[in-house]
């Protein structure tokens, strides 16, 4: 593995968007994160879990208050890192599983009649949150979430590959938890389906 220097230019483009960028940053830190994380975790799925919020929780900062020292971009990373790793530590901890004789009945799972009015109202508030969204977000979503198409597909469409899909779904999640809340939390919205 070939080491790399990081500097302003490249936190700029990478925050930028600039495909080349970003393709390079999660290349070189998702083979990083992997040894680091190899070792820490066993299960894959974790080990994906937390590479993903690491990279999430790295681009939310650097859009929103940037690095002040961007030849520490690693050391940045690495920081965020731990600190996921150690969430995901005290998460994982914390479940003490139930023995047959002491656990709950399972609810019931049948739909009542005011379960799928309101399930319809929510199918309805979300399609018309996604209609405020960005085109490629709103598709994205809707591609993934609500057509429940293949992820491969999803990436030949829109020329990525799964990791970047992922953090293109981060952050057009990110957006649509904006609008929701945004809309949920003012009732002159709520009612609104343009």
């Known amino acids: 593995m ?5 500097d ?6 990478l925050c930028a ?35 993903q919020e ?7 900062v650097l859009r929103k208050d940037g690095l002040r020292q961007p030849d520490r971009l690693g050391a940045f990373v690495n920081m965020v890192c731990n600190h996921v790793l150690s969430e995901h530590y005290r998460s994982s901890s914390g479940g003490e599983s ?13 739909a009542s009649a005011l379960d799928l009015v309101a399930a319809k109202q929510m199918k309805e508030k979300v399609r018309a949150i996604l209609k405020h969204l960005s085109t490629r977000d709103s598709s994205l979503l809707k591609a993934v979430f609500l057509d429940e198409r293949d992820r491969d597909e999803v990436c030949r469409e829109f020329g990525v590959d799964r990791d970047y899909l992922r953090v293109l779904l981060h952050r057009a999640k990110q957006e649509f938890k904006t609008e929701f809340v945004k809309r949920m939390g003012n009732p002159t919205l709520q009612g609104e389906n343009s």
């Open 2 to 6: 070939q080491f790399t220097s990081f």
């Open 8 to 13: 302003v230019n490249y936190v700029s483009n």
């Open 17 to 51: 968007d600039n495909p080349q960028t970003q393709s390079h940053f999660y290349s070189y830190f998702s083979e990083l994160l992997q040894i680091k994380l190899r070792s820490r975790l066993q299960s894959p799925q974790a080990i994906e879990d937390v590479r």
């Open 54 to 60: 690491t990279f999430a929780r790295v681009f939310s």
């Open 98 to 110: 139930l023995d047959v004789e002491g656990r709950p009945e399972l609810p019931d799972k049948a």
